[in-house]
């Protein structure tokens, strides 16, 4: 009987491939916490030139006052080589109106376990462009990707209060219309006069 | 003969523009050199950066190339090389074409393609405002046609047109009343206006395209190239108005969306006329029964559209809207009739304004008949329509101005007394109404902001900015603003002077100073009217076709509804096309300023000699406010859509 479990056990044990790390673009999968999957992770794949640039930000949308790690992964297209200069990340905040401003950077970053890391922090919810900058065969090269922290462009907040606004202006219009009619009927003859 | 001339003659003006544009087309645009290509995707001019449909290619060493217009490729045929070395972005925009030198290049990616550049400087200025280097230039009108114009008007305001006046004073005046023709005489179209479902139809079809161009602009793809709400807004609507305006009047009040929503919601109902509303019914505040709230709105509208780049934000427009509804629904609420429409809706005073040239009017039809009625229907409403939204009393209302052309009191006459007339252009300006002040003041901001829309988007408009930044040191906001304000005010200041002039001449002591301003104001109303068709047809004829592309996926959302999401057309004019139309656009407003003018002058002078005299300074005002819209027509032009 031992000898027969033992068999299925070491069948079982032989079924089972090698338990490699579970990696999302760079985010190791014990990274996410007990909001997952609730808390996405932003991911940006973009062809740039010659090479392929990948982004992910954990979490993906940031709450604000807090901080996300932003990794970046680029390789040439041609020959799937990792670049491995210096890489420099800046992030602006892009509002809706108006000229973009720094909020953080330009920060310079080397590469780590085969991609840059970055944690920049986000007071404000607002639209942010993330800029991230390296030079490859003496060329600089640039690209700007979107990051939201918070709901600052979500046009339900918005359109929540207004709808709420207009509740209240409603009631307010019936209140005063409710009113106005109370104290026509109480004054003898000043409905027929209103007519008149 | 004269009589129906002068009713046909708007028509004939737009016969003659389609025929232009046919003309224009059938000779395949331009003549080039070469076979037609029959490759697919879009197509930029290597001149101007324009996107081109399906043109014919000039060949060059076997490579094909597109064009705009015979001047963007004699441009390309004469230095081929200017256009295809690769050139700073930086650079080219200031008209410089220095190859970028080997081992000095500088390259940043915007939107996933990357330009370059020939220092970190030139680098950081476009990093700075990406978007404004994807404008393409459109050419300005050529040389030719441009000095051909300015002695057109010249010999006209000074020669023709002066010499046929006097001789039309020498004989007398043509007698008789100015030509109408009754359009409701045609039963069907009679009875489908006062039909109740024909304007909820009308409006449901608009409130339509309003309701996607707001979830569009909020919901959508924020890349405004890849949205309908910027494009739809402010090219196809705005750009389209001035038209809709010239040959029909108020039309666009009848269908308007604001006005739908706020009188559906106030009056629970979509058609017939309104039992009891959820409003107050209060009156608007004495102060501000005249046009200066819609004024001030439209100051602000043209401030936030042009200083903000509104037109080229998705989410912007669609708040803007949204912004509209809300005025015209707490409006609706608080009080009595439409008076917002009447006050304060921008859309509906400009509209209003612009309408004393269009060739519809919506009146009584017999005085007589109107002072013998006693139920007063059309202002006071009955049971089969609403009362006058506008507080017009049919048988006094005198110009267009305050119609929103609802047509209620077409519904509600009990002795068929109203009219929908055709009339000549410009009837209202040759009748001698009493004028307005806020209505003149309105004309001439007109006449301002008309022009400081062309200035916008020319680079002379950015050196302005950049004189105004290093004189002062503002930062570029307040510079807008302070160069926005300056140029509001300088017709204004030109014009003053010149009536001041004008008075002088004539030695009028009669007529004060203000009244004679405000009269004369009138007579600049067709030269910002035309100026602003021959702007908004540039927008309107060469970029409203990307609406095509963009119904088959309004939202951005990669969807193909109608399989034209991939495809690009081409603009509805080839561009020596839209420079004969622009012209003769100007041209058209010149002349009618004109004519208004001297009607103006020959009310306030009996005496021709003093009538003359006192035109003279005006003629320099027309004539100087004319050339300087057939100068910004000959600038190149940053096309908004372009950066789309």
Known sequence: ?196 | MRRFTALAFPFLCAMLVVLVIVIGKSRGGLELAGGRMASPGPRIDPVCHMEVGDETATMLDGVPYFFCSPYCRDLFLKTPKRFLTEVCLVCRSQGKYTPIPEGERFEATWQGKTHAFCSAEHRQVFRDDPAGFFMHTMWGIPNWLYYTSVAFILIVSFGVFEWLAAREDRRGKASGAPPRLNLLAFAPLHHAIIHPLTRFFARAVVLAAFVLIIAAGLFGNQIPSKNIAPILTWTVWWGGLVWLILYFGKAWCYVCPWESIANWSEGLRFWGPKKEGLGLGLKWPRLMRNIWPATLLFVALTWVELGFGVTMNPRATAWLGLGMVGLAFVSAFLFDRESFCRYGCLVGRISGLYALFSPVEVRAVDHDTCRACRSKACFKGSEKGDPCPTFQYLPGMEQNTYCISCMECLKTCDRDNVALRLRPWASDLAARYRPRSDEAYLALLMLSLAGFHGLTMTGAWREILDAIQSFTGLGETLAFTLGMAGLMVMPGLIYAVLVALSRWMAQEHETGYRAYFIRYAYAMLPIALFYHLAHNSEHLLMEGQKVLALLSDPFGWEWDLFGTAEKTFAPLVDLPTLWLIQVLFVMIGHVYSLWIARRIASALFQDPKRAFRSQVPMLIAMVLFSLVSLWLLKQPMEMRTSAM
């Open chain 1, 1 to 196: 009987m031992k000898w027969r479990a033992a068999f299925l056990a070491l069948c079982f044990a032989a079924c089972v491939g090698t338990a490699w790390g579970h990696h999302i673009l760079g985010i190791p999968h014990y990274a996410y916490d007990k909001d997952y999957p609730q808390t996405p992770v932003l991911t940006y794949r973009v062809d740039m030139g010659p090479h392929e640039i990948k982004m992910t930000s954990y979490p993906g949308r940031p709450e604000p006052g807090g901080s996300c790690s932003l990794h970046v992964y680029i390789r040439r297209l041609d020959t799937g080589e990792s670049f491995d200069d210096t890489v420099t990340m800046t992030v602006l905040k892009d509002p809706m109106i108006g000229r973009d401003t720094v909020v953080y950077g330009p920060m310079k970053a080397q590469l780590e376990e085969s991609i840059y890391k970055f944690y920049p922090q986000f007071k404000e919810e607002a639209n942010y462009l993330v800029r991230i900058a390296f030079e490859a065969e003496d060329a600089p090269w640039i690209i700007d990707l979107p990051m939201v922290v918070g709901h600052p462009g979500s046009p339900w907040t918005v359109l929540g209060s207004v709808a709420a606004a207009t509740v209240v202006f409603l009631i307010v219009v019936r209140a005063i219309r409710i009113k106005k009619r109370r104290r026509m009927a109480k004054t003898p003859g000043a409905g027929q006069e209103a007519r008149s």
